[in-house]
């Protein structure tokens, strides 16, 4: 038994002493999965961090349940009228017992020194870095008009006196925060959406209100996780597939490259298979390093998606909204990709390793 163990251990030695004796053919062939794995997790983690970030953003801003429009939808760009609660609506709800905290939220655009700014009436300013003190808040786009703390500002005929500057998930718009109670008159006082706390199940309370008040839609936490899951998971897989190109770019590069070194090796398979190595042991000790090209190339790719993401942040953060790396990073894509590497690594010299194998032991050793 004991022989056999360092046997064991003599023909897996063996598979890491073949990488480092070619040293830059090992390289060369790493760098296509470390690229194909590099841009596999960039692509993928932007999208997976934008889609937690959303979620996560949602939860937090909402209460229990989010009511809106059916009939637009809640569609902010839609016309006033149809993407809005009406005042009657928004009477009703307030006057049901199963409800509380309610709170309204308006936002639409409009025309700003010949150009369109989204108008954002709320009472919750968690989720932006205020510059200044909270009341109206303005994005750099409304800044590089000239306009500064402490500036008059005029929206729909009603003058304003800027408190504040964001940068933070305004996404290169034009924007202005204000409290709802100050913007909801300049939308005729309908507000896109009342956000409140229940009573007892927020499924049970959302179907009541729904049976209750007409043309309204309501939204759990749940809802509005599944909404986002939804929108952003086709986005997913289309990214995900073409980024794949280039992986498996890198695993077709594996097969070529085992079967030129299986080649070059013909003599020296044919000594192991003499001194009593087995084809099976042989194959495995192909397979062994088709793996370790793939987790090795899987790893470093790893690390340097990590460090443009990271990058990304520092650069885009302002831009994209406060994005951490473990969000665009998840448990999920690192044992995925790290395993999807090496198995397809394994596959890959599969064929090479099963015909190392085969090798007929005279034949191999006549060999030059």
Not at 103 to 115: A, H, L, P, R, S
Not at 177 to 198: E, G, R
């Amino acid at each position: 038994m004991e022989f056999l163990s360092r046997r064991k251990i003599g023909i897996n030695s063996l598979s890491f002493k073949n990488l480092r004796r070619r040293k830059l053919r090992s390289i060369l062939t790493m760098l296509g999965v470390v690229i194909g794995v590099t841009a596999l997790v960039v692509l993928v983690g932007l999208t997976t961090g934008m889609t937690n970030y959303m979620k996560e953003s949602t939860t937090n801003m909402m209460g229990d349940v989010m009511i809106m429009n059916s009939t637009g939808g809640g569609n902010i760009m839609s016309q006033p009228g149809s993407s809005f609660l009406s005042p009657e609506a928004v009477n009703e709800l307030k006057n049901m017992s199963q409800l509380y905290n309610i709170k309204e939220e308006v936002q639409f655009f409009t025309e700003f020194n010949g150009t369109s700014i989204y108008i954002v009436g709320t009472k919750d300013r968690s989720q932006i870095e205020i510059n200044g003190t909270p009341g109206v808040v303005i994005s750099p786009v409304i800044e590089a008009m000239g306009y500064q703390i402490g500036n008059k500002i005029t929206i729909e005929d009603q003058e304003f006196t800027i408190t504040g500057t964001f940068s933070e998930g305004a996404m290169g718009m034009g924007v202005l925060v204000l409290d709802s109670d100050k913007a909801l008159p300049l939308n005729d006082n309908k507000p896109t959406s009342l956000t409140a706390n229940t009573r007892g199940d927020p499924e049970v309370i959302k179907e009541e209100v729904e049976n209750t008040v007409d043309g309204i839609t309501v939204s759990t936490k749940s809802d509005m996780s599944k909404q986002i899951d939804d929108m952003m998971s086709g986005l997913t897989l289309f990214i995900g597939g073409i980024a794949s190109i280039a992986l498996m770019v890198g695993v077709i590069s594996i097969i070529n490259i085992m079967l030129v070194n299986v080649t070059e090796r013909t003599r020296e398979i044919g000594v192991l298979k003499a001194i009593g190595f087995t084809s099976r042991e042989v194959l495995g000790s192909i397979l062994l390093e088709a793996a370790l090209i793939g987790f090795i190339g899987g790893v470093v790719g790893l690390i340097i998606a990590a460090i443009l993401l990271q990058i990304a942040i520092m650069l885009f953060g302002s831009q994209i909204g406060d994005i951490q790396l473990v969000q665009m990073l998840p448990v999920w894509l690192i044992a995925g990709v790290l395993g999807g590497a090496t198995a397809l690594s394994v596959l890959a010299g599969l064929y090479p390793a099963w015909r190392a194998s085969r090798l007929n032991v005279v034949e191999a050793l006549r060999n030059e």
